[in-house]
């Protein structure tokens, strides 16, 4: 996949400063793939090596580090595999220098666990790091409907106080990351890309966590940049470059009739290019419970879809789900700071329900424009209750 100039005149800096940071706390005990098997031809399985590699780190007799180096020089076929903790070590390094893919096609997959590729599980002081590049070979499962697919390229189960920094991750089947039941978790300086028309192809997406950090990325997709599903809170994401994608999505929540917990959630200081959406929240009518204490801040839109979007009629086929006196309560949003270009008539669209509507809405220094110089821009907001301050195209009626 080609990247555009800017991404190729940034992304060297990005490995060069995250593999010296790395490379500075790097553990006293360390395991190398090759040392248990490895091949790194690209061609023969080496999912047993890293099993291995992991056993001994993770075992290793020490309260301080240790870690799994995955070489520069090698390309490494990895089957579905799972990482397990609880480990000895307080801090257990992942080192990836090299290219780890996964099976090229779906027939390589008969009789594993396709749902998911790599993960970690149950691993406390995690850090997964390094120049490398994760390939999740998604081509061949694009054309086929999404329910064969594998779910998601690298996982975070239950890692509680670990990082995922300086790595590219391309070509997901679906989701690339992962990150559910997981308490303070940090992504820094990560390159996640698929083409714009892959379908759910999510770039990062949170599921009951708490306490997680996204920062300093370059996230490209066929679905939502990021997004943030049910019991979740206290989630800062700042510094995104996103795009093509969804944009960063709340949502979608409550599709089951489940009861929905969603708070403190913070998206400052990221872009938008040619996305379809730009900051969403979206819920489905059969859904109850509370999406709350949101922030959209400091955000750039360049000919996006819908820059500002919250959507309570969310439905698998638009307009085809009939209309329900039930709903996840949305309050407490603030927009702030929102600038750019609309490719749609509609930039801002607050879609709330009749029986429960959005309240305490905020809206403060917006100004959006049409991406055709021109073209005038309107907004439609239904059911929403606030106040706004600076914006164009005015929204909230007092």
């Known amino acids: ?40 031809f690209g061609e023969v399985d080496d999912s047993q090596a890293f099993v291995n590699a992991w056993r001994d780190a993770c075992n290793a007799e020490t309260e301080g580090e240790a870690g799994v180096i995955v070489p520069e020089v ?13 480990c000895n070590p307080q801090i257990i ?6 290219t780890i893919i996964a099976p090229s096609s779906p ?3 008969d009789g594993l666990d396709s749902s998911q590729w790599i ?14 590049l994760i390939n999740g070979q998604g081509m061949l499962w694009w054309d086929q409907s999404c329910r064969y697919h594998p779910n998601k390229v690298l996982n975070f189960l239950s890692c509680n106080e670990g990082t995922l920094s300086n790595i590219h991750i391309v070509n997901s089947p679906q989701t690339h ?19 714009q028309n892959t379908p759910n192809t999510d770039g990062i997406h949170i599921h009951s966590s708490h306490f997680v950090k996204i920062t300093n990325s370059i996230i490209g997709s066929g679905d ?4 943030i599903g049910d019991f979740t809170s206290n989630i800062d994401i700042a510094n995104i470059k996103c795009g093509p994608g969804h944009g960063i999505s709340i949502g979608s929540l409550g599709k089951d009739g489940e009861m929905v917990q969603v708070e403190n959630i913070h998206i400052s200081d990221s872009s938008f290019k040619q996305t379809t959406n730009g900051a969403r929240i979206k819920t489905w009518q059969v859904g109850q419970g509370n999406v709350r204490h949101v922030i959209f801040e400091n955000l750039v839109f360049d000919d996006v879809e819908n820059p500002i979007i919250i959507d309570q009629y969310y439905c698998a086929v638009r307009g085809m789900c009939k209309e329900e006196k039930t709903g996840v309560k949305i309050s407490d949003v603030v927009y702030k700071n929102l600038y750019g270009t609309s490719s749609s008539k509609i930039a801002i669209n607050l879609n709330c329900s009749r029986y429960v509507p959005c309240s305490g809405i905020s809206m403060k220094n917006i100004n959006l424009v049409s991406t055709q110089p021109g073209n005038p821009v309107t907004s439609s907001c239904t059911n929403a209750v ?7 195209p005015a929204c909230l009626r007092n």
């Not at 490995?15 to 010296?20: A, D, S, T």
């Not at 990351?177 to 083409?195: C, E, R, Y």
């Open 224 to 227: 939502d940049c990021i997004s």
């Open 119 to 132: 993960a970690f599980k149950d691993v406390t002081g995690l850090n997964v790091y390094g120049s490398g």
């Open 107 to 109: 027939t390589s997959w």
């Open 1 to 40: 996949m080609k990247l555009n100039g800017d991404l190729q005149d940034m992304f060297p800096l990005m490995l060069i400063l995250g593999l010296v940071a790395s490379t500075i706390a790097w553990p006293i005990d360390n395991f190398d793939v090759f040392d248990y098997g490895a091949t790194g």
């Open 386 to 392: 606030g106040t706004e301050v600076g914006v164009n």
């Open 177 to 195: 990351v992962l990150i559910i039941d997981s308490k303070g978790f940090n992504v820094d300086n990560v390159m996640i890309q698929s083409p």
């Open 74 to 86: 090698g390309t490494f076929l990895l089957n579905p595999i799972m990482f397990y903790g609880p």
């Open 93 to 98: 390094h992942f080192m990836i220098l090299g």
